[in-house]
């Protein structure tokens, strides 16, 4: 089992940035994979970036170079620095844990980014 809680989020202005943090507990030694996903009003959940074990990441192509995710070496924390951002980055944002073949999510944090 592992739990996980995000913070960091509010509300930004157009531009703007924002970190985001995702605090792992339990059995994190077994972690593979941790990502983030995204969910905006009425559309369904889509994923934003993702790091492996090894620290290899990923991204959608709608945030590369603005977006960063990044963890501590015992995957307690994972973060998603957030710059440039944009209207269409206002979502509920979660941060998931692959244990193979589980999968666990946390309970979310809003972002808006509104003038």
């Known amino acids: 089992q592992v739990q996980l809680v995000e913070s960091g989020g509010g509300l930004v202005q157009p531009g703007g940035s924002v970190r985001l943090s995702c605090a792992a507990s339990g059995n994190i030694a077994g972690i593979n994979t941790m990502a983030w996903f995204r969910q905006a009003p009425g559309k369904p959940r889509e994923w934003v970036a993702s790091i492996t074990r090894s620290h290899t990441t990923a991204y959608f192509d709608s945030v590369k170079g603005r977006f960063t995710i990044s963890r501590d070496n015992t995957w307690n924390t994972m973060y998603l620095q957030m710059n440039s951002l944009k209207p269409e980055d206002t979502a509920v944002y979660y941060c998931?844990?692959?244990?193979?073949?589980?999968?666990?999510w946390g309970q979310g944090t809003q972002v808006t980014v509104s003038s």
């Open positions: 998931r844990a692959t244990l193979t073949p589980y999968v666990y």
